[in-house]
């Protein structure tokens, strides 16, 4: 569930948010039955986490509990009001960093660790670039990959949660390029994104950095109303079929051999 704050004077951050490491309170609650149902608070134009979210928390849990490797540092890229850093600061023993490039995002994360006692390094930059140089055992990421109408990204706004060029893929591809460089060995990338954009795109990038990788969890969801505005064009580029209000969403997981 999500909820915006009540008063935009409040979610308007300072000009600049710090890095920042939220105090943990203990305990730290479960992660198990409780991820799904965070109670975020998000700033205006902030992502409200959804089905896509929910659908990589479900896969990162399982990753973050289930893994023979050791899972303990764990990094977000891309973060928005940091539900999915917030459902891998609750599992035990993790170590959790937050990148997005907006500030409003950064603090709706920022403000819903507190509020949940989770702890959670944050960054503001462009996806891999506050962290460079450091290694994680599991990278998560929902991009935006919403198909644009042209190449070029939004700098500000709500939309920079959504658009992810013509084909969707400017985003994800750089996820997928700027991952490896930050993962240790035996380390997991766990991205979400439309079927829409490829799969098969997906999987034989990532292959051509050397990890494995596999689609650990689809899904169809109707379309939101991002898709479902654009959906005359992508269906006049082809992108989807006449008719098409549905989308399939896809979690792929890639491993780097170690
Ligand atoms: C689809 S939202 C995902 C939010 C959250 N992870 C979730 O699943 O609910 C994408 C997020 O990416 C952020 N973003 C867009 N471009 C970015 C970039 N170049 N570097 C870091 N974050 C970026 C946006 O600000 C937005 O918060």
Redesign the pocket.
Known sequence: MSISLPTPRTTVPAPVVPDVVVPVPTPLPAADGTRAHLPLLRGPG?????R??WL?ADVLVRELLDSPLPRTRVL?????????SLVAAGVPGTEVTA????RR?LFSSWANAGRLGRRVRLHR???AAPVVGKQYDLVV?????VPTADAS?PTHGAM???DGGLDGRT?VD?VIDEAPRVLAPGGCLLL?HSAINGVDTTLARLAGHGLDADVAARCEHPFGPVFTARAQMLEQRGLIEPGQRTEELVVVRARRAG
């Open positions: 902030v992502y409200p986490a959804q896509d979210t990589l977000e890229l891309c973060a928005g009001a940091g539900a999915l990148v997005d490039v907006s995002a930059g462009d996806l990421s929902n991009p935006p990959y990204l920079r949660a959504f985003l750089r979400v």
